[in-house]
């Protein structure tokens, strides 16, 4: 690893858990390169930022996804046996299992759900002197993403499975006593998701036609057989969990609106020009997975190093989402610069790079837009509420983020209460 600049202390795994989202940029922007060798948990790795580094680490087959992340983030995120974990012919094969669901249809499918939760969930939030939006908006989002995975959940057991979702990406950092904690709440969560897939195999239960736990029950290998029913827990979890997670968007939605009132005047008054883009740049601007971990699986050269297989690389989502050299001003939220934008897939790197199918970009990426786009309609349009005074700052130290208070709206009104006051 000669051939490139180095961090210069020997392990930096304490400058990581201090400088969080900007760890790499920084470096990079001192070292005056987009990538450089360094140690984190004592082992070597290269870390990369920008356009042409996400090509590299995304497009044809040189990065797996075995042994670059600490256990506990795998177990916690997408777990062994998952999509992500594997490669080649049998990734695309699992892959197109996840891309087949995000039909228009289903998006449609998903928008309608959540505004039928989110209304019901205005009826209660009404009743409440203060609502935390983070919290809040998890369990809206687990109902309609149990909802719409076609997977059973009783009433009252949503507040405890959005619980159980939301420790998950919550500890994926993988530090602190929480760990073990969701790690218990997860195998629960597990336990759970398979009795339902060998019910459903059983012909005790049933799948909704077409429904996402239809086609994971049914879904067969390359050898032709049906998933084992942990890998099919697994996967379901990996469309819960992250239908969930979008939540901390909602959150720095709602913020986003609140510190640009201009935008919320426009959506208020149903002017949806701009919408996309407005959620593009959400995406862009606020800080979610920080980075993503790969090692080679060959040998290859990229801007004068000589990556040989096994090498850990990281790729750095957040500062390639904030690179000057892509996104002028890039710490200016401004949708504008979403207008004409040409969808460059090496850019835009809040849910990964590249190619759906032939790589690890995130399937959840459209459905992501469409659930954003249809919670700033519900919060511009469906519900007055204030925003007491409160600490709506977020650390990029922390991962990952969120405003610190999580967004308290007090004096929550519906459309249906504000048409009969
Ligand atoms: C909340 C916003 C989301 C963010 C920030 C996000 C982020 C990401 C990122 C960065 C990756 C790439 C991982 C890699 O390169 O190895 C990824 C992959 C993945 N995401 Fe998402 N995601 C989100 C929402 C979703 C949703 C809504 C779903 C499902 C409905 C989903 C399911 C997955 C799956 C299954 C993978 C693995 C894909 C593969 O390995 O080929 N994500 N996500």
Not at 8 to 13: K, Q, V, W
Not at 162 to 174: F, I, Q, S
Not at 400 to 407: H, L, Y
Request: proline share 6%; aromatic share 8%.
């Amino acid at each position: 690893m000669s051939d490139i600049p180095h961090a210069t202390t020997l392990d930096d795994s304490l400058a990581l858990l201090r400088e969080g989202y900007t760890y790499i940029a920084r470096r990079c922007d001192r070292l005056g390169a987009d990538l450089f060798a360094t140690r984190l948990m004592l082992k070597p790795v290269i870390c990369m930022r920008g356009a042409e580094a996400a090509r590299i680490f995304y497009d044809g087959d040189r990065f797996t996804r075995q042994g670059a992340m600490p256990q506990t983030t795998l177990w916690l995120l997408q777990d062994a046996g998952s999509v992500q974990q594997l490669d080649g012919a049998a990734h695309r094969q699992r892959k197109q299992m996840f891309m087949g669901m995000m039909t228009p249809e289903a998006l449609a499918a998903m928008e309608a759900l959540l505004a039928r939760r989110w209304r019901e969930a205005v009826a209660r939030w009404e009743a409440r002197e203060e609502v935390v939006l983070l919290e809040a908006s998890a369990e809206v989002l687990t109902r309609a993403a149990c909802d719409w995975c076609g997977v059973p959940l009783p009433e009252d057991e949503a507040p405890e499975l959005a619980r159980e979702l939301a420790a998950m990406v919550e500890n994926a950092g993988g530090v602190g006593p929480g760990v073990l904690l969701a790690l218990g709440l997860r195998q629960r969560t597990e336990a759970r998701l398979r009795r339902l897939v060998e019910r459903v195999r059983a012909g005790e239960a049933q799948a909704p036609a077409g429904s996402p736990l239809a086609v994971i029950v049914a879904h067969r290998e390359p050898d032709g057989s049906l998933l084992d029913s942990t890998v099919a827990a697994v996967e379901l979890i990996n469309l819960l969990r992250p239908l969930l997670a979008v939540n901390r968007y909602i959150t720095f939605a709602a913020l986003a609106l609140h510190e640009h009132p201009d935008w919320r005047d426009r959506f208020a008054a149903g002017d949806e020009a701009d919408l996309e883009p407005f959620v593009q740049e959400l995406r862009r601007f606020y800080p979610f997975f920080p980075l993503i971990g790969g090692r080679a699986r060959e040998n290859f050269e990229w801007s004068g190093h000589a990556f040989a297989e096994g090498d850990w690389v990281l790729l750095d989502l957040y500062g390639t989402n904030h690179d000057a050299r892509l996104w002028p001003e890039p710490e200016q939220f401004r949708p504008e610069r979403f207008r004409n934008w040409a969808g460059d897939p090496h850019t835009l790197i809040p849910q990964g790079a590249g190619d759906f199918l032939g790589g690890h970009r995130c399937p959840g990426e459209w459905i992501t837009i469409a659930i954003l786009k249809q919670a700033v309609r519900l919060l511009c349009r469906e519900m007055r509420f204030e925003v007491p005074p409160q600490d709506l700052s977020v650390s990029l130290a922390r991962m990952p983020a969120a405003p610190a208070s999580g967004f308290v709206m007090s004096r929550v009104r519906g459309k249906a209460a504000r048409a009969a006051a």
